[in-house]
């Protein structure tokens, strides 16, 4: 399904890579919610003061743009961050090129891989229940999609995402999953000064791979992000029309 393909494309080219969404490059949706109360459109300013009332939030600190790209803030979380299904989740948000609020993300810690099918299920049915039916209808998280992921992983030692979607006629919310399963160190020789460094390398992986019932070198983060449904379609015809450029290249080129 072609939607599915979108969002997966959509949701990591801002989601990791930072990517910003300038004002002028989309639709204005009506102004609405994302997330609690913070409002699509909002000011910095009005969102910085907002945040400071969070319960779970410390400090909330503006950061000035930098070579073009917008102001942003830096958001300190009080211990526990955002609990959710014994998560601690901390809070990002992202403005356009105006300066006005386009997206909010929770992000977790580093999580045990062995737990994610679990966890996943628990978030997956609270954002449908909210937000409408999964987009992608790549179907629930199994046992051998968490395995494909670590392996991806393991060979690549690059995060390996999976990306599912939600959304009602003006919020689109994405559930990301980002699994990552670490080598254990090697030595490659040298002198005393290497086999110790390595001797404590080998010491923390092997403290770390003994948590999670055993399978500590295998994690999981979790990212929930939430963007107006207006953004969303605008960068999902976007990309549809740069693959489809791709595509015309290709049968040129075959």
Excluded: H
């Amino acid at each position: 399904m072609r939607v599915g393909a979108r969002f997966y494309l959509l949701v990591f080219a801002s989601l990791f890579i930072g990517a910003q969404v300038g004002a002028q490059t989309v639709p204005e949706p009506s102004i609405g919610t994302l997330w609690r109360d913070l409002q699509f459109g909002q000011s910095l300013q009005a969102v910085s003061a907002q945040l400071a009332q969070y319960s779970e939030v410390a400090n909330v600190k503006p950061k000035p743009g930098k070579k073009g790209k917008p102001s942003s803030l830096k958001i300190g979380m009080n211990k526990g961050g955002i609990p959710i299904y014994d998560s601690a989740f901390s809070l990002q948000t992202t403005f356009g090129a105006d300066e006005r609020l386009r997206e909010v993300t929770l992000v977790s810690g580093s999580e045990c891989a062995n737990e994610a099918t679990g966890k996943f299920d628990k978030i997956s049915d609270a954002l449908a229940s909210k937000y409408g039916d999964e987009l992608t209808e790549r179907g629930a998280l199994d046992p051998l999609m968490v395995s494909s992921a670590l392996s991806e992983s393991y060979g690549s030692q690059r995060a390996e995402t999976i990306t599912y979607g939600y959304a009602n006629d003006s919020v689109a919310v994405a559930f990301v999953l980002a699994f990552s399963k670490t080598r254990p160190p090697e030595y490659v020789g040298g002198g005393s000064l290497a086999r110790a460094l390595s001797g404590i390398a080998k010491g923390i992986y092997d403290s770390q791979r003994q948590k999670c019932r055993n399978s500590g070198d295998e994690t999981v983060v979790y990212a929930i992000k939430y963007l107006s449904r207006a953004d969303f379609d605008a960068r999902a015809a976007k990309l549809d029309e740069e693959r489809d450029a791709d595509d015309e290249e290709a049968d040129k080129s075959l």
